[in-house]
């Protein structure tokens, strides 16, 4: 029974420091362990920080950035046909000949020049001329005993025959005036006046009426001042645009 006894608490304990001894181990590792890592703490903290993901960007390179290329235009390899339009040549109109019963037409820069309708005239009174158109050159005047000029003509007859209007127009004035008498003047729209003087006293038109070619307007006298040496007669004058002119080319 002894014997028995021994094996068994032999058995007992033989388990029972195998599992002692591991224990053992396992807390001296932890000690060890533990130290070890007591020693390193110091050297992980001298090491300088660095930061997590930055590598060493090494020594500084100089960059030279690529020379611009200059745009060039897209060039297509296949020609294209281009069609041009024709040229025309202007032609110039002929002139259309001119017949006498065309009127000619202007040429360019010319400002068509406007005809004037004929007029008629007739002549104011039958008599002799005895004093003529000079504004260029003195004449003498008999009366006033002088040299001057003179703007119309002078007809010789005797006193009250006819006066007649040499053409159509519209009387502006029949008036006293005081060197050349009794005057009625007329006018016939075209730039041409006429004017009737030395006249009776007594006319046959007033101002504004309208007068044919051979009207009668009044009847000779010798009402001028400065013609008075004439005797009966009348003083006869034209001007065109304010101009005097010949009544003898008037007339013609």
Not at 3 to 27: D, E, T
Request: aromatic share 4%; hydrophobic share 40%.
């Amino acid at each position: 029974m002894d014997n028995r006894g021994k094996r068994q608490a032999s058995s007992i304990f033989g388990g029972m420091g195998f599992y002692i001894a591991l224990l053992v181990c396992v807390v001296a590792a932890g000690v060890v362990g533990y130290f070890a890592l007591l020693n390193n703490e110091p050297e992980l903290d001298n090491e300088p920080a660095q930061n997590v993901g930055q590598t060493d960007p090494g020594p500084a390179q100089s960059v030279t950035a690529p020379e611009e290329t200059p745009a060039r235009p897209v060039i297509s390899d296949v020609p294209v046909a281009v069609e041009r339009p024709p040229v025309q040549t202007a032609v110039e109109p002929e002139p259309k000949p001119v017949s006498g019963d065309e009127p000619a037409l202007p040429t360019a820069g010319e400002e068509p020049s406007i005809a004037e309708e004929p007029m008629a005239v007739v002549s104011p009174l039958a008599g002799e001329t005895v004093a003529v158109f000079s504004v260029e050159q003195l004449t003498y005047d008999a009366t006033l005993g002088d040299w001057r000029t003179h703007d119309g003509i002078d007809i010789q007859a005797a006193a009250g025959a006819v006066v007649a209007a040499t053409a159509a127009g519209t009387v502006l004035s029949v008036e006293e005036d005081g060197r050349l008498g009794t005057t009625v003047v007329v006018d016939h729209h075209n730039g041409y006046v006429t004017t009737y003087a030395s006249l009776q006293t007594e006319t046959a038109v007033l101002a504004g009426d309208t007068v044919s070619a051979g009207a009668v307007i009044g009847t000779v006298g010798n009402t001028s001042l400065s013609e008075a040496g004439l005797g009966a007669h009348l003083h006869f004058s034209v001007t065109k645009d304010g101009n005097a002119i010949d009544p003898v080319e008037f007339l013609g």
